[in-house]
């Protein structure tokens, strides 16, 4: 009788470990393909309008507009505008995460407002939806 219990609980924690590896290497393998999915999301060049500091209600032309509006822009200038704007960085903190002096940043932020102003006043979409 105790050799049947013995093995009975031995079968037991056998399939409790399986149980909690195949759970454990699921998770892996789903946390991965979730990666995968989130960087091809990426490539999408949308990924401002899935950042959850963005406090207003958009429509997908505004993310649309916002997108084109900052692909006229060079990718240092893309970075500023979001920086401060969008993730709300410091001139100091940004200035540091990307390695130039907080005047650069400031004079960098300036000439790319001017050009999306530039840009906007010759937008005849965004005149007609504002």
Known sequence: MS???????????????????????????????????????????????????????????DKIILTQLLDKLSKTQQKIIIGIFLKDYSVIQLGQKLGISRQSVNKTKN???????????GDTLWKMKY
């Open 3 to 61: 050799l049947i219990k013995k093995t009975y609980w031995e079968n037991e924690a056998y399939i409790v470990s399986y149980i909690h590896n195949s759970i454990k290497h699921e998770y892996i393998h789903l946390s991965k393909k979730y990666q995968t999915l989130y960087n091809m999301e990426a490539t999408l060049n949308l990924e401002i309008s899935k950042d959850t500091t963005i406090n207003y209600e958009s429509t997908i032309e």
């Open 111 to 121: 000439i790319a407002l001017k050009k999306l102003r530039n840009e906007l006043d």
